[in-house]
């Protein structure tokens, strides 16, 4: 984040973390004072005529947060919901300021960069996806746990080689962006991982978090679930996400307790989610939208059945 500081010229960087990381704030607070204990922040970093320093922030709670401009209301005390763009940060961002926002991932990767070149890290991934993405692969799999791997290598290999296949079951479908993003049938699992290749199938990398469920899973169960989540986070800004969420979570939740809703309901499912799609003003109400619609096609003849 120094570097990133010195490259754009700003004096102040923030990393904002999530209420519920109590351990992780732990260390980022150690590793703050270890930085600035050997000059690597604070007044004239390494001896040069160049200061710069961290404030870490902590959320209160929203997932929603995980969007730039909600992250900004969030450090500035306000209500954690969307802004409307443009402006964008990198005009009027943070305090009305021209405002740099990565990931802490990405910026992770500079110090890496700045000592090997960028053509040593052009060489890792392939296609339009270069370097490597953090993995978070979940309680199912044999091998769960973080993994660093090069774009390019396919979800197969992920599913069965680093994860070493589900603990019990067979596998019914992957989900490698987070709850937010179409799930990757079996039939497709051969796909590369790599931002504009799972795009094109309705699936995303987003924060890499590889969900795997087996034959057990129940799709309306877990359409249900997710639109709750979604529903509940939503920041409340835009209509669609606000309530075209909860509509969508009410139907399935009639769903799992009944076994069916009426036929007419399918016509405005298919409605909610395209205006989800096509009009939320960020990831949270577009990625639901992905989500169902991705189930809706690649377990039709499950879903089928609810719409009757």
């Given at each position: 984040?120094?570097?990133?500081?010195?490259?754009?010229?700003?004096?102040?960087?923030?990393?904002?973390?999530?209420?519920?990381?109590?351990?992780?704030?732990?260390?980022?607070?150690?590793?703050?004072?270890?930085?600035?204990?050997?000059?690597?922040?604070?007044?004239?970093?390494?001896?040069?005529?160049?200061?710069?320093?961290?404030?870490?922030?902590?959320?209160?709670?929203?997932?929603?947060?995980?969007?730039?401009?909600?992250?900004?209301?969030?450090?500035?005390?306000?209500?954690?919901?969307?802004?409307?763009?443009?402006?964008?940060?990198?005009?009027?961002?943070?305090?009305?300021?021209?405002?740099?926002?990565?990931?802490?991932?990405?910026?992770?990767?500079?110090?890496?960069?700045?000592?090997?070149?960028?053509?040593?890290?052009?060489?890792?991934?392939?296609?339009?996806?270069?370097?490597?993405?953090?993995?978070?692969?979940?309680?199912?799999?044999?091998?769960?746990?973080?993994?660093?791997?090069?774009?390019?290598?396919?979800?197969?290999?992920?599913?069965?080689?680093?994860?070493?296949?589900?603990?019990?079951?067979?596998?019914?479908?992957?989900?490698?962006?987070?709850?937010?993003?179409?799930?990757?049938?079996?039939?497709?699992i051969d796909t590369p991982l790599g931002f504009?290749?799972?795009?094109?199938?309705?699936?995303?990398?987003?924060?890499?978090?590889?969900?795997a469920f087996d034959e057990?899973?129940?799709?309306?169960?877990?359409?249900?679930?997710?639109?709750?989540?979604?529903?509940?986070?939503?920041?409340?800004?835009?209509?669609?996400?606000?309530?075209?969420?909860?509509?969508?979570?009410?139907?399935?939740?009639?769903?799992?307790?009944?076994?069916?809703?009426?036929?007419?309901?399918?016509?405005?499912?298919?409605?909610?989610?395209?205006?989800?799609?096509?009009?939320?003003?960020?990831?949270?109400?577009?990625?639901?939208?992905?989500?169902?619609?991705?189930?809706?096609?690649?377990?039709?003849?499950?879903?089928?059945?609810?719409?009757?």
């Amino acid at each position: 984040m120094a570097i990133a500081g010195y490259a754009v010229g700003a004096a102040k960087g923030y990393v904002y973390l999530r209420k519920e990381y109590p351990r992780a704030r732990a260390a980022l607070e150690q590793a703050l004072v270890e930085a600035r204990r050997d000059g690597f922040l604070g007044e004239r970093i390494v001896h040069r005529d160049f200061s710069f320093d961290v404030e870490l922030v902590i959320g209160q709670g929203s997932y929603v947060c995980g969007e730039e401009t909600a992250l900004l209301n969030s450090i500035e005390g306000h209500r954690p919901e969307v802004r409307l763009r443009p402006p964008y940060p990198s005009e009027s961002g943070l305090f009305g300021k021209p405002t740099l926002i990565n990931n802490v991932e990405t910026l992770a990767s500079i110090p890496w960069i700045v000592r090997n070149g960028g053509e040593a890290f052009r060489r890792l991934g392939f296609s339009n996806s270069r370097g490597t993405k953090v993995l978070s692969l979940n309680s199912l799999f044999r091998a769960p746990g973080l993994y660093e791997v090069e774009f390019g290598a396919t979800i197969r290999d992920i599913v069965e080689d680093l994860g070493g296949g589900l603990k019990t079951g067979t596998l019914k479908g992957v989900i490698v962006g987070g709850p937010l993003a179409g799930i990757i049938p079996p039939q497709l699992i051969d796909t590369p991982l790599g931002f504009e290749e799972l795009a094109r199938i309705g699936a995303s990398v987003g924060h890499g978090g590889v969900i795997a469920f087996d034959e057990h899973t129940s799709i309306a169960e877990l359409v249900h679930h997710v639109f709750d989540f979604g529903a509940y986070e939503s920041c409340g800004k835009c209509t669609p996400c606000r309530l075209g969420s909860r509509r969508i979570e009410r139907m399935f939740q009639q769903v799992v307790e009944t076994g069916r809703v009426p036929a007419r309901e399918k016509k405005e499912c298919t409605e909610v989610l395209s205006a989800l799609e096509m009009t939320s003003l960020c990831g949270l109400g577009t990625g639901l939208a992905e989500f169902a619609q991705s189930a809706l096609r690649h377990y039709a003849e499950e879903l089928e059945t609810c719409f009757s």
